[in-house]
């Protein structure tokens, strides 16, 4: 009997033990998890690819009319969150005014507004303005979301009525959301311009990642004479702003500049580039009392701007620099970034800087596009992504035969920027550049805007940009297009591999 019972016992633990090693085989078994890459994602060590769920190139514009000049930020609290906001010529005037496109998916569905105030919409502060513009999109640490713009103009025509309410004709401009983007408050001025002899222009906006700092940069043209790049810093996340105080010198014959970039180290630092094109000469200023006093501007590198008007094309190219610090954690944090297009080579080719100490010394340019011929690139943007990769977008021109044929580019490093081995097209179709339309003329205008975005989040890079593939007719229309990459891991050794040319075909589930 005790036999027996014995015997029992043993079935039954090894009945038991075969169940718990089956469970553990299960447990680590091929896919499970997700321990290995889902259908249609390259095997690890992976390289960058674009994410084609449910499209490689969304149109998240798809609207009647124009949009163009766009900028991109995802929330660091949700990478979920993404806002695109664009020059958007869908009012009842036809004048641009600030769009806004939000998505809470990953960027697979989008919702469009506009900034109150434009024609047609409901009244408030800027509703005497005829049009608003260049929009630049940026997130505080904490997931709030900052809008910049401009806003200029008489949309009533009635100069006495204006100047006895005090209503301004230029502003730099400002508004905050807590959603997402879908809703947007405390719109605010940083400068303001009562006659036409001052035009606010070219403004971009920056967060302190430690604080509540957040700092706006642009430049007042006067009385189209000289200019003068000042700086508007709030101490309370945007609600409130201080008066400018301008960082250029006329003593230095610095008469003629643009492009301020605005960028903040862990440390609090305040680093502003922009171009003197009096002396084609990248600039900086670095302050280290949040914006109230700034050292004298100190060269970074020449700059052969590239022409803002080429002939082949029948919209304007300014060259404008685009800045970011990293702020990773990886091995190269706090490093500064610049990028911007340049002519030295003959034809136009994208151009990064880095500074390692906090904007006072910079790094010889180096060519980031690797292309071998006389074609154009131009339109970059950087940012930074984990471990310190750094990723840019520009458009280009070097595998297409017509004469504004473009596509959208996109690059990546791994070792600080000092090589960009992997950079490939991420538009599924090149595109006519010439196709977006020109000014009523037939002079240069700006229907393609004067920049494109990127900003990542942990394991993607996405960027926007407008294109007219979707035109009818020669109706000029230009949609806003994004593309999600999925970017590399690096390899043991520190490299990757390079993907292929056509890397659309892989398309995996996002988010």
């Known amino acids: 009997m005790e036999i027996d019972r014995r015997r029992k016992l043993m079935a039954l633990s090894i009945v038991v033990l075969l169940l718990l090693a089956g469970g553990v085989v299960l447990l680590f078994r091929p896919g499970m998890w997700g321990t290995t890459p889902r259908q249609g994602a390259p095997a690890t060590p992976m390289v960058p690819f674009v994410i084609c769920d449910p499209q490689c190139n969304p149109d998240i514009d798809p609207g009647p009319a124009p949009v163009n000049e766009v900028d991109i930020g995802i929330n660091p609290v949700d990478p979920l969150n993404m806002i695109v906001s664009g020059n958007d010529y869908n009012t009842s005037t036809g004048l641009h005014w600030l769009g806004v496109y939000w998505s809470k998916d990953g960027g697979k569905n989008w919702n469009h507004s506009m900034l109150e105030g434009c024609p047609g919409c409901p009244d408030n502060q800027l509703s005497t303005f005829a049009g608003s513009g260049d929009p630049v999109i940026v997130y505080g640490a904490d997931g709030t979301a900052y809008l910049a713009g401009i806003a200029s103009g008489d949309r009533d025509s009635a100069p006495i009525q204006r100047l006895l309410r005090r209503d301004p004709l230029s502003v730099t401009l400002s508004a905050i959301s807590t959603d997402g983007g879908a809703t947007w408050s405390n719109i605010a001025y940083q400068g303001t311009a009562y006659t036409r002899l001052t035009f606010h222009d070219k403004e971009w906006i920056e967060t302190d990642p430690n604080s509540q700092y957040v700092y706006m940069a642009w430049i007042a043209f006067e009385g189209a004479v000289t200019s003068r790049m000042q700086v508007s810093t709030s101490a309370d996340g945007g609600r ?157 021109a070097r595998n297409t035969t017509t004469d504004s044929g473009l596509e959208v580019y996109y690059a990546e490093s791994t070792d600080g920027a000092l090589t960009f081995p992997v950079q490939f097209p991420v538009t599924d179709n090149p595109f006519e550049g010439n196709d977006a339309g020109e000014t009523s003329t037939g002079a240069h205008g700006h229907p393609l805007g004067d920049y494109i975005g990127i900003d990542t989040s942990k394991d993607t890079a996405v960027m926007t940009w407008p294109d007219p593939r979707n035109q009818q007719n020669g109706d000029g229309n230009t949609d806003i297009f994004v593309a999600r990459v999925r970017y590399a891991y690096p390899t043991t050794d520190g490299n990757f591999t390079v993907p292929s040319a056509t890397p659309m075909n892989q398309t995996i589930r996002g988010g």
């Not at 610095?254 to 171009?275: R, S």
């Not at 340049?342 to 340019?365: E, K």
């Open 240 to 396: 409130t702003w201080g008066t400018p105080v301008i960082y250029t010198e006329l003593r230095q014959l610095e008469l003629n500049t643009q492009g301020a970039t605005p960028m903040v180290g862990a440390d609090g630092t305040l680093v502003v580039a922009f171009i003197d094109y009096q002396k084609n000469q990248m600039m900086a200023v670095r302050s280290h009392d949040h914006g109230a006093t700034f050292d004298s501007p100190t060269p970074v590198c020449p700059v052969t701007p590239i022409n803002r008007n080429f002939p082949e094309y029948t919209f304007r190219t300014p060259t404008i620099p685009q800045g970011v610090v990293d702020r990773s954690g990886g091995p190269h944090d706090g490093r500064y970034y610049l990028t911007w297009e340049d002519m030295a080579s003959g034809n136009s080719d994208i151009q990064l800087t880095y500074s390692d100490d906090g904007g006072v010394t910079w790094s010889d340019p180096m060519q980031v596009n690797n292309d071998n011929t006389t074609r154009h690139q131009f339109f970059s943007d950087v940012a930074v992504g984990t471990n310190s990769s750094v990723h840019l977008v520009w458009y280009d």
